[in-house]
């Protein structure tokens, strides 16, 4: 039961990966803890990831989180958690682009890349398999031309072979002004509708919930938090992010692997 007023009540912003999990998919006792407290004192906790509605489901889980909202998908699908609904979700925002523009500018620069595109819920469409462990949900392998049968919210890009900084290059070299990107921390890249973050989708729920603009919190490590960051009146850092992720925060926390996110969260309660 929230035992926070609401005048008093945050909005909480997580990244998950190298955030709340660590980079072989472990999340911490310690973090897990601090980030149910957090929840169980009445603070809006929101799951903001790059990652697919699936693969989110199981974190919020374990977290034991089945009211509320996340951001998915960089802030191109918001969802609505309720235990009373059939799917125990229901996607309240979902915003989509046409890849074929970038898709086709991609494939001739990263011809041996593979291609993906979410199918919201269920899994990914792709021209290849990722390696194994990467995406979660139903995987079925279709021709390339087959992502950009429709519009999709998000597309990934990977290319074991590659590296981020090539990515970087690549995403300067290209012009891809149509679309809001991501490069991970390997080879590997997001592609959102333009204009789309986490911080937008991120603004969408503050309003919904109520929480005033001085009350929120963001935590993440890579450059898709950037913007979130920002958006928050107070970001924080992680303590192995780069130095552009640091200078876009207001403080920086320990590492993931020192339970930089525990520590944040104490200061919470």
């Known amino acids: 039961m929230a035992t926070t007023p609401a005048p008093d009540r945050m909005l909480v912003a997580l990244d998950i990966d190298g955030t709340l999990l660590s980079y072989d998919g472990e999340m911490a006792p310690a973090v897990h803890d601090a980030v149910t407290a957090v929840h169980a004192a009445g603070h809006e906790v929101v799951l903001a990831s790059g990652r697919a509605l699936i693969s989110m489901l199981p974190i919020a889980a374990h977290l034991g989180i089945d009211t ?7 802030g191109a699908v918001t969802v609505r958690l309720d235990p009373e609904l059939p799917e125990g979700w229901v996607a309240e925002d979902v915003v989509t682009f046409d890849p074929e523009p970038a898709l086709s500018l991609l494939r001739d620069q990263l011809p041996d890349a593979r291609y993906a595109v979410e199918d919201l819920g269920v899994g990914f469409r792709m021209t290849d398999r990722f390696p194994e462990g990467e995406l979660e949900g139903e995987h079925v392998v279709v021709p390339l031309e087959d992502l950009w049968s429709s519009e999709v919210t998000r597309v990934i890009v990977r290319s074991p072979e590659s ?7 690549l995403v300067e070299h290209l012009g891809l002004d149509d679309v809001t990107y991501a490069v991970g921390w390997s080879a590997w890249m ?7 973050s986490k911080a937008t ?3 969408q729920v503050r309003r919904r919930t109520h929480v005033q603009p001085h009350r929120t919190v963001a935590m993440g490590d890579g450059r898709n938090d950037l913007e979130m960051l920002r958006w928050a009146a107070r970001g924080v850092a992680m303590g192995h992010a780069d130095e552009v992720v640091k200078a876009a925060a207001d403080e920086v926390t320990g590492r993931v692997h020192e339970d930089g996110a525990a520590q944040l969260l104490k200061t919470l309660l």
Not at 68 to 74: A, H, P, R
Request: with cysteine; aromatic share 8%; hydrophobic share 40%.
């Open 190 to 196: 997001d592609l959102a509708p333009l204009g789309v």
């Open 68 to 74: 509320g909202w996340m951001v998915c998908s960089n």
């Open 201 to 203: 989708a991120l603004e």
């Open 163 to 169: 590296t981020s900084e090539r990515f970087h290059e």
